[in-house]
């Protein structure tokens, strides 16, 4: 049981750093290496999206313009998670349990799979669905992000400082979207990584997504337990309002 202590605190303090430094790194990073890749491709945008309004537009030129609305859908999720990171709480306190510990590192570093995936080469990493799907396919991908990004990015705002990967208690928050379901950053988050399924329909991705919902939800399941046993507040809250998709 000692032993089993200790182990918990030597990862806790590992999840410490990880979500003080090495994750708003590694987020802004990325960030960074997206907006430089957009900064890049900008004189070809601009050729393309001139082709686009005159409808002279090759399938190159779908796929390149769905290349750069993926990377801008990364951008800004990255983004988002940065300014969380910004005006959170410091995490001070090892996270109880081991569960609350490696579950919420392991899906917050599947989360960073997406933007690795952008300067994969591997063959894995090809477009799978015929070209006479991948129009349609897009078109839903385009609206799935505009939704999920607008959720996001609101949620985000309604959290204000309880942002954070660990489960710790802070002031519960239940105003805006959270009035809607319990936890809207995860549904616009869902939402974003379908969209990138949809915009490269790419074994990478559909892999990547396959293994971070189900991690999300178990994570969301996870807060829960600790708010729930914290606050009779929240307690209530759960019985009156859906968990991740609104009624």
């Known amino acids: 049981m000692a032993r089993d202590g200790k182990s918990t605190v030597s990862i806790g303090g590992i999840a410490i750093v990880a979500e003080n430094i090495c994750f708003p790194l590694l987020f802004f990073y990325y960030a960074c290496k ?9 004189p070809r945008t601009l050729e393309v999206l ?17 290349s750069v609305f993926d990377s801008c859908v990364i951008v800004i999720f990255n983004l988002l998670v940065c300014r969380g990171f910004l005006i959170r709480k410091s995490l001070h306190h090892v996270p109880k349990g081991l569960l609350n510990i490696l579950i919420p590192l392991i899906a917050t570093f599947f989360y960073l799979m997406y933007s690795i995936s952008k300067s994969s080469s591997l063959q894995w990493n090809s477009i799978l669905l015929p070209e006479n799907l991948l129009l349609s396919s897009r078109i839903f991908g385009v609206f799935f992000a505009l939704l999920g990004m607008l959720i996001s990015t609101m949620a985000t705002l309604n959290l204000k400082r309880s942002f954070g990967i660990f489960v710790q208690v802070r002031k519960i928050e239940t105003q805006g979207l959270y009035r ?6 995860y549904l616009g988050y869902i939402l974003n990584w379908l969209a990138l ?30 708010l729930a046993a914290y606050s009779s507040e929240y307690r209530e809250y759960i019985k009156k309002t859906p968990f991740i998709f609104p009624h």
């Open 34 to 42: 997206s907006m430089m890749s957009l900064y890049t491709s900008y």
């Open 50 to 66: 001139v082709r686009l309004r005159e409808l002279r537009f090759t399938s190159g030129d779908i796929n390149f313009i769905s």
């Open 180 to 185: 809607q379901v319990r936890h809207p950053i």
């Open 197 to 226: 399924c949809l915009l490269e329909p790419k074994a990478y991705n559909l892999l990547i997504t396959s293994i971070t919902i189900p991690l999300t939800l178990f994570r969301a399941h996870l807060e829960e337990k600790e």
